[in-house]
């Protein structure tokens, strides 16, 4: 069974960061690209950031971009996204999505999700 | 800055068709743009429905169905279930910048 598990998530103080990790299974990691989207409480899907299957290449939001770093251990089979500078809006529920080969054609399996709270 | 567009709300009796937009700011929407539906229940992770346009994942019911439709991409529900209840994303790809962007979302109501 094709399954994406999210953690690392909780409370953080704005400026602090944090580090969340998916733990892919059930299928050949290293041959998929990957997504980040998040989701704010009761609001929309955001799209956040991807990386290639190799890791050579990633792409971000403009919001994120500079303080938010997306990473992969196909090794390992997991996907990581290094968050600093934490702002207040960062604050949503944290998905990892599996990208459809080719990448550019979209998301296919979603993961739980993991919730990040930036508050004092 | 660019900006997806879904209707925010519609309504459909059970047994009915639905068809939802996607439209982008930047102009029409073609198969270039590669784009993708999911479905979200309360509480639940988004499921993916559609990619590339029309294609179905191979969970998604037949009464799915994507398409290009005036300069837009369109989700088509046809005799709709009261399970369908959700809300329903649009996901275009954005080439020149490498990067995707969600619409806003449409709730659909079954009633």
């Known amino acids: 069974e094709v399954q994406l598990v999210e953690s690392g998530g909780g409370l953080v103080q704005p400026g602090g960061s944090l580090r969340l990790s998916c733990a892919a299974s059930?299928?050949?990691?290293?041959?998929?690209?990957m997504h980040w989207v998040r989701q704010a409480a009761g609001k929309g899907l955001v799209w956040v950031s991807h990386i290639n299957s190799d890791g050579s290449s990633t792409s971000y939001v403009d919001s994120v971009k500079g303080r938010f770093t997306i990473s992969r251990d196909n090794a390992k089979n997991t996907l990581y996204l290094q968050m600093n500078s934490l702002r207040v809006e960062d604050t949503a529920v944290y998905y990892c999505a599996r990208g459809v080969n080719p990448y550019y054609y979209g998301m296919d399996v979603w993961g739980q999700g993991t919730t990040v709270t930036v508050s004092s | 800055q660019t900006v997806v567009t879904q209707e925010p709300s519609l309504t459909v009796s059970p047994g009915g068709t639905v068809t939802l937009t996607c439209a982008s700011s930047?102009?029409?929407?073609?198969?270039?743009?590669?784009p993708n539906w999911f479905q979200q229940k309360p509480g639940q992770a988004p499921r993916a429905l559609i990619y590339?346009?029309?294609n179905k994942h191979s969970w998604t019911p037949a009464r799915f169905s994507g398409s290009l439709l005036g300069g837009k991409a369109a989700l088509t529900l046809s005799g709709v279930q009261p399970e369908d209840e959700a809300d329903y994303y649009c996901l275009l790809y954005y080439g020149g910048g490498h990067l995707w962007v969600f619409g806003g979302g449409t709730k659909v109501t079954v009633l």
């Open positions: 590339t346009t029309s």
């Open positions: 059930g299928f050949t990691f290293r041959t998929y690209s």
């Open positions: 930047t102009g029409a929407v073609t198969s270039g743009y590669y």
